[in-house]
């Protein structure tokens, strides 16, 4: 995969440093986010509901779309996820905080796929254990409201069910809706928080992927995510 992403670096050049000038730093405010360490738990639990409360929807427990072999692995090794077919990593040692760990792009530039840590608060676990990752992925939004400007959500906060694995998923705008942002948290089983944030990208001024064709790249790569 470094061999196909020094092709790519060579045939477009100027594409690459405008990714890394326009698009990273974006990255940067989209992925400061928070990280909670314990102890391994044998299992993922969420806060208690209501007896009352509808059933989680449950997402596609496989990808629907061809994945890659190319895994992206946290620093910790308590979480893993497979790339779209054609997409390729993005060297982010120079340019993003250690917060985001891994960024990937199309073979196009016009979408990509964040990977970072939460870093700790003090009421993070009470949040958790309150209102569960729907109460973790309103600190995420809240962040994000602080930091970028013209920040819209769109829809509400959900939790659901891919498989066995737990998600509390959200959706942002920052341009009235022509572009989205598809964020997911969730916590892995050694108590730690992260999310996979998919996002639209404009700046090649290229053709922007469909949004039915990104909600199938979306639910499959939250199906390969093990933690």
Same mark, same amino acid.
């Given at each position: 995969?470094?061999?196909?992403?020094?092709?790519?670096?060579?045939?477009?050049?100027?594409?690459?440093?405008?990714?890394?000038?326009?698009?990273?730093?974006? +990255?940067?405010?989209?992925?400061?986010? $928070?990280?909670?360490?314990?102890?391994?738990? @044998? =299992?993922?639990? !969420?806060? %208690?509901?209501?007896?009352?409360?509808?059933?989680?929807?449950?997402?596609?427990?496989?990808?629907?779309?061809?994945?890659?072999?190319?895994?992206?692995?946290?620093?910790?090794?308590?979480?893993?996820?497979? +790339?779209?077919?054609?997409?390729?990593? $993005?060297?982010?040692?120079?340019?993003?905080? @250690? =917060?985001?760990? !891994?960024? %990937?792009?199309?073979?196009?530039?016009?979408?990509?796929?964040?990977?970072?840590?939460?870093?700790?608060?003090?009421?993070?676990?009470?949040?958790?254990?309150?209102?569960g990752l729907v109460g973790i992925g309103k600190i995420s939004a809240t962040k994000r409201?602080?930091?970028?400007?013209?920040?819209?959500?769109?829809?509400?906060?959900?939790?659901?069910?891919?498989?066995?694995?737990?998600?509390?998923?959200?959706?942002?705008?920052?341009?009235?809706?022509?572009?989205?942002?598809?964020?997911?948290?969730f916590r892995s089983s050694f108590g730690n928080y992260y999310e996979c944030t998919l996002?639209?990208?404009?700046?090649?001024?290229?053709?922007?992927?469909?949004?039915?064709?990104?909600?199938?790249?979306?639910?499959?790569?939250?199906?390969?995510?093990?933690?």
């Amino acid at each position: 995969m470094q061999h196909r992403f020094a092709v790519l670096y060579c045939t477009f050049p100027v594409i690459f440093v405008r990714f890394c000038l326009l698009v990273l730093p974006i +990255l940067f405010f989209a992925g400061c986010v $928070v990280v909670v360490q314990k102890q391994p738990q @044998v =299992q993922q639990k !969420s806060a %208690a509901k209501p007896e009352n409360e509808r059933p989680l929807r449950q997402l596609a427990s496989k990808p629907v779309v061809v994945m890659s072999d190319e895994v992206v692995r946290s620093e910790l090794g308590d979480m893993v996820s497979l +790339l779209p077919a054609e997409w390729s990593l $993005v060297n982010i040692e120079t340019n993003m905080p @250690v =917060q985001v760990f !891994s960024v %990937a792009v199309n073979n196009s530039y016009t979408a990509s796929l964040a990977y970072s840590v939460l870093r700790k608060e003090e009421n993070f676990d009470q949040v958790f254990q309150k209102d569960g990752l729907v109460g973790i992925g309103k600190i995420s939004a809240t962040k994000r409201d602080t930091k970028m400007r013209n920040i819209k959500r769109l829809g509400e906060f959900e939790e659901v069910i891919v498989g066995t694995k737990h998600f509390c998923l959200y959706r942002y705008t920052t341009d009235n809706g022509a572009t989205l942002n598809r964020v997911a948290v969730f916590r892995s089983s050694f108590g730690n928080y992260y999310e996979c944030t998919l996002s639209d990208l404009t700046f090649t001024g290229r053709k922007l992927i469909p949004r039915d064709e990104m909600e199938s790249i979306y639910v499959s790569v939250l199906a390969t995510i093990d933690f």
